[in-house]
């Protein structure tokens, strides 16, 4: 860790100013800003249509903004592209999983342990001896992120034979395997079972607990009010509260966006 980083105890792993992003006639996002502490789950909810994945897309550069500005770690970032995100430390996962399907589980998690590693291109096709000892070094790594979210038994299995759940994990492993400085999950609780999402919350919690930052979007709202230290809630791309989940549960315009009458 860097002397920078680790001298930055009070400053947000990421900060976002002012992001507004239309559609058209449609305004998206309007003025949306927050602040993530270092080792916080961070959740983003609100009702359909709030907003929540146009602001994931703009801070992992798939989307550009209309205005914003942008820190990682104190340092200005500008999301313009998603493997220059990758590079400044944020890593996400899909709301629907964007595997390579016919690959092994472990190559899935090479291919984000890559973006941190130096040979390149011609290493690669030259086959130079630092490339073999990296790749080497890449796939224990990997083995270890598998084993990490629990699903190393399926290392040589195609990543489209695993069950939904198990490929919700690996998409957790590969983003990890980039050493994030934030992992930014869109809805990873999608379609889980009961047992899934207990299962799913432990993993979180332990990625917290290991010092990572999270930044979660999920419509489970139990599971975001369990797990989260701060939410910030969007409705009509709007922010309309901000705080623990005990304060903004308790905020009449949250309850007034999930239960009154907006239509969503
Ligand atoms: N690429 C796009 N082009 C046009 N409109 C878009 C685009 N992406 C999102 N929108 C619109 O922007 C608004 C916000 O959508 P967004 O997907 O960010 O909401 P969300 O909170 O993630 O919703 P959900 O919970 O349903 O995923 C919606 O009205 C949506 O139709």
Redesign the pocket.
């Known amino acids: 860790m860097s002397s920078a980083v680790a001298s930055s105890a009070q400053v947000p792993v990421l900060r976002v100013r002012g992001v507004s992003k239309r ?2 006639g ?1 305004q ?1 996002l309007s003025d949306v800003g927050l602040a993530i502490e270092r080792g916080q789950v961070y959740g983003l909810i ?10 994931f ?1 703009v801070i992992t550069g798939l ?1 550009a903004p209309d205005s914003g500005s942008f820190e990682l770690d104190g340092q200005p970032y500008r999301p313009s592209a998603v493997h220059e995100v990758a590079r400044a430390g944020i890593a996400r996962t899909f ?1 629907n999983i964007r595997l390579f399907a016919d690959m092994t589980a472990l190559e899935n998690v090479m291919v984000g342990r890559h973006v941190r590693t130096g040979s390149g291109v011609l290493g690669a096709i030259l086959r130079t001896q630092v490339f073999r000892q990296e790749e080497a070094a890449i796939a224990g790594r990997a083995r270890e992120l598998l084993e990490y979210v629990g699903i190393a038994r399926y290392a040589d299995f195609r990543a489209r034979t695993l069950s939904y759940g198990d490929q919700r994990r690996l998409e957790i492993a590969r983003a990890l395997a980039t050493d994030p400085k934030l992992i930014a999950l869109d ?1 990873p609780a999608a379609g889980m079972n009961a047992t899934e999402k207990l299962q799913l919350r432990e993993l979180i919690d332990r990625i917290r607990r290991d010092g990572r930052t999270i930044l979660l ?1 999920e ?1 489970d709202v139990k599971l975001v009010m369990g797990l989260c230290d701060r939410v910030t809630v ?1 409705d009509y ?1 709007k922010l309309i509260a901000q705080g623990t989940p005990a304060e903004v549960q308790r905020d009449e315009r949250v309850i007034e966006a999930y239960l009154g009458t907006g239509g969503h």
């Open positions: 559609f058209g449609l998206a609100g009702p359909n249509g709030a907003g929540k994945t146009t602001f897309n989307y709301q809805e979007i419509h969007l791309g």
